[in-house]
C-alpha cells in the first residue's frame, strides 16, 4: 500500500534552514507528481510545493518562493523540501503528498517550528 513518511522537522530560529525529506512506497514513485502541503494551527491546509515526475518543473507558493526548494531523487524513491529564510509564519505542520489512482495520499506529517 501507498506509504509517505515524513522526517526532517524541528525548531529553528528565525532566518535558519532546515531540510523535510519523505520516503515513499507502494507505488512506482518517478511516474507520479509529488507535492508538500503545510497546516498551521487553526489555518487550511496550503500546497507549497509541486514536483513534476521527472524534476521538469517546480511549482511554488507565493509565501515561499525564492525560500524554499523542492526536490526529488528517482532512485532512492525520495521528495525532499528545503528550507532557507525561515519565518514565524513559516510554523505549522508540513506533509508529503501524492495523488494515486484516484485517491490522496498524504503522510504522518513532521512539525515545523519558527521561533526565537
Known amino acids: 500500500q501507498v506509504q509517505l513518511v515524513e522526517s526532517g522537522g524541528g525548531l529553528v530560529q528565525p532566518g535558519g534552514s532546515l531540510r523535510l525529506s519523505c520516503a515513499a512506497s507502494?507505488?512506482?514513485?518517478?511516474?507520479?507528481?509529488m507535492r508538500w502541503y503545510r497546516q498551521a494551527p487553526g489555518k487550511e491546509r496550503e500546497l507549497v510545493a509541486t514536483?513534476?515526475?521527472?524534476?521538469?518543473?517546480?511549482t511554488y507558493a507565493d509565501s515561499v518562493k525564492g525560500r524554499f526548494t523542492i526536490s526529488r531523487d528517482n532512485v532512492k524513491k525520495t521528495v525532499s523540501l528545503q528550507m532557507n529564510s525561515l519565518k514565524p509564519e513559516d510554523t505549522a505542520l508540513y506533509y508529503c503528498?501524492?495523488?494515486?489512482?484516484?485517491?490522496?495520499?498524504w503522510g504522518q506529517g513532521t512539525q515545523v517550528t519558527v521561533s526565537s
Open positions: 507502494g507505488f512506482t514513485f518517478s511516474n507520479y507528481v
Open positions: 514536483i513534476g515526475r521527472s524534476t521538469d518543473w517546480t
Open positions: 503528498y501524492v495523488r494515486y489512482l484516484g485517491s490522496d495520499y
